[in-house]
């Protein structure tokens, strides 16, 4: 036990070095990012704060908002954190439907339960939302997506104890990821949970259960929307709501009538309540668009703390009972304390945003990463510092970047009948160009987007399959293709999903989404397609850096093309665990290429294979396994030794290939 503090969490750091080594898998140097921020709690006495990551747990000193331990990484992918009230245990939940509860002094598990799951073969729909001890630490209760099923278990042995559920109200349809809150009253008698008000989408209920007998005693109604927060009173006489639409409720427990409404707050705002340990009743009002969060004293009405974000979005934010205000912005922390009249501000490596792009800079020194709205340039040999960001668009928008001379970052918006392209080259604000380029169909929307740098060439697809090449130069349309849709007008089941140019500009792979339409390969100089090339499905496409080579993604295996012979030159197998291989790299030399697969359910294992093959003889000569989710991206350094995967999880690790290929 390092602090003898009753009742204190104490996690212990097992790692070494600085926190971006810690659990770093086997042939993997580096990591940037400390994954997306999913949910936080803080402990009873306001020491530490745990946050849910997809890459795992983290704990950190909330004093100097220091990472002290990483937890569950073996995994990873939670989606939900809670700390008992005495401070002894944590549970976590995953997407998985997996909840570990932890002895925090020990840092062990002693407990892994598995939510029952649900007949729909939906990916995801197992997912731990919500968890909460109770009180008197007998019972653990948890909820998760496309279920109204409230399960609790003995936390200690995992043995099941109860499920609360109302057979007549059903899962949302339209809302099947909505959080549906848990809460406990303080003699831990009483369970409060949420369903939806009927059968359709609509407003919530919260439905009240007594423990101990299973029998629910109360239904209160006149919910406005979507409850995401409940909280019981410290003496138990109230529950405070609080949902969407900028309304908290308080009702009196003993005769389940209301006691109070404030709506004083923005409609568009989700609020979340939470009693001080010394009774005063604190809302959260989460703006989602202004992106600003502030923390009211409900009776007074008075603000707290107010925090905005002026970068993007607030990944989350939570007011705790022990009065500490934390927020996860763009790029730091903000800390408010009991007593705090200003926020303790400081940077941190929890970078939201999947980066769909990936790249290394000529020099090999510094690694550069889009996503939605912006790209971000990461010092190799400074993992621990965090990123430069470059906001390329004020909406989030799909951000690619490509490395020639220079790194160019090209920033796309789809979904209209316009696409608005920003091109940044290099690392600094200067040589930027926006355009505007409006498709002739107004009828049509924009579906993907593709930039070739060499060539001053960009291209678009639009909803019925037409693609235009557009010279940045001079503004005019270079040629116009066609690629056949067969579910024509329906462009959310069939459309053009990627577009992928060569190294040199001189060949386009246009990807549809439909599994019945076949990928189209054209020479932009000609205007033509070429009838050889006709492959489905295709996920995704890569050009070798000589440009005569295709390397196809399909199901279940990768295909190697020629372009100049219009012929198969290999086929490899790519089948459980990853049979979706979605991200697909070329070494500078062109000797191998790496590919990277999304994570599926119903695979046994933990992590998605990064493989990397020899292109002459399609051997697997290595596989790295790191990444708890989807690989987004993957890009070779400039020499060919490094290899870095950009994934869902918000992250990039980098990988030596010198034990594999040689210095």
């Known amino acids: 036990m390092i602090n003898g503090r009753k009742n204190r969490a104490t996690p212990i750091v097992d790692d070494k070095g600085h926190p971006m080594s810690w659990a770093l898998p086997e042939g993997a140097i580096s990591r940037f990012g400390h994954g997306v921020v999913m949910a936080m709690a803080v402990s009873p006495d306001g ?3 745990a ?14 908002m220091q990472p002290v331990a990483l937890w569950e990484t073996q995994r990873g992918m939670l989606g939900a954190i809670t700390i008992s009230h005495d401070g002894r245990l944590a549970a976590t939940g995953s997407w998985d439907g997996v909840i570990k509860v932890w002895d925090i002094q020990r840092s062990t598990c002693i407990t892994k339960i598995v939510r029952p799951g649900l007949k729909e073969p939906v990916p995801r729909t197992t997912a731990i939302q919500s968890l909460a001890f109770s009180p008197d630490n007998q019972h653990l209760a948890a909820t998760g997506s496309r279920c109204e099923i409230v399960y609790t278990w003995n936390p200690r042995t995992g043995t099941p104890l109860a499920t609360f559920h109302d057979p007549q109200r059903e899962t949302r349809s339209s809302y099947p990821s909505l959080p549906r809150p848990v809460a406990f009253s303080p003699d831990s008698r009483l369970l409060a949970c949420t369903a939806p008000a009927g059968t359709t989408d609509g407003p919530d209920v919260v439905l009240v259960w007594d423990v101990v007998t299973g029998e629910c005693i109360a239904c209160l109604t006149e919910q406005p929307s979507f409850v995401r927060s409940l909280c019981f009173s410290p003496c138990g006489q109230t529950l405070a709501i609080g949902g969407d639409k900028g309304t908290v409720q308080v009702w009196n427990v003993k005769t389940w009538e209301q006691e109070g409404v404030y709506q004083n707050y923005d409609a568009t705002a989700r609020m979340s309540v939470c009693y001080s340990q010394e009774g005063v009743l604190h809302t959260l009002e989460n703006d989602l668009e202004r ?7 409900v009776e007074r009405h008075e603000k707290r703390y107010t925090y905005v974000e ?15 205000f934390v927020v996860a912005g763009a790029k730091e922390w903000a800390v408010w304390s009991p007593g705090d009249t200003n926020p303790r501000k400081l940077p941190y490596l929890h970078v939201n945003g999947t980066p769909n792009s990936v790249a290394f ?3 090999g020194k510094k690694l550069a990463a889009g996503k939605y709205g912006s790209t971000l340039f990461w010092d190799i040999a400074n993992p621990m510092q965090p990123p430069t960001f470059f906001k390329i668009s004020d909406d989030p928008q799909a951000v690619f970047v490509f490395i020639s001379e220079k790194i160019h970052s090209t920033a796309f918006a789809y979904d209209k009948n316009s696409v608005k392209i920003t091109v940044k080259i290099g690392e600094t604000d200067e040589n930027t160009t926006s355009m505007t380029f409006t498709l002739p169909d107004p009828e049509a929307v924009v579906t993907a987007a593709a930039h070739a740098p060499l060539r001053h060439l960009i291209a678009c697809a639009d909803s019925k399959g037409h693609l235009y090449v557009w010279d940045m130069r001079s503004g005019d349309v270079r ?4 690629h056949t849709l067969p579910l024509e007008g329906n462009w959310d089941d069939d459309k053009i999903s990627r577009l992928i140019f060569s190294h040199d500009g001189k060949h386009l792979v246009s990807v549809p989404s439909s599994s019945g339409t076949m990928a189209n390969l054209w020479d932009i100089d000609t205007g033509k397609e070429n009838p050889e090339f006709r492959v489905n499905p295709v996920y995704t ?3 070798s850096p000589c440009g005569h080579k295709i390397a196809c993604g399909m199901l279940n295996q990768i295909r190697l093309w020629d372009i100049n012979s219009c012929r198969t030159l290999l086929t490899l197998p790519h089948t459980h665990p990853s049979c979706y291989p979605r991200a697909l790299a070329f070494s500078p030399c062109g000797k191998y290429l790496a590919s990277g697969a999304w994570w599926h359910r119903g695979v046994e294992t933990e992590k998605v294979p990064i493989r990397l093959w020899e292109v002459a003889t399609g051997e697997n000569i290595a596989t790295f396994w790191g990444h708890p989710t989807d690989v987004q991206d993957l890009a070779f350094s400039p020499d060919g030794t490094l290899l870095a995967s950009g994934s869902f999880d918000s992250t990039i690790l980098l990988w030596d290939l010198k034990p594999v290929i040689g210095s």
Do not use: P
């Open 291 to 297: 992106n600003t969060v502030v923390v009211w004293d």
């Open 479 to 482: 040629c116009v293709l066609t």
């Open 47 to 49: 020491t530490y704060l």
């Open 541 to 543: 496409v890569a050009f």
């Open 51 to 64: 946050v849910a990551t997809k890459i795992g747990l983290w704990w950190y000193d909330l004093a100097t």
């Open 361 to 363: 800079s000529q020099d």
């Open 310 to 324: 002026k970068e993007w979005e607030i990944d989350e934010a939570l007011f705790s009972s022990s009065s500490h």
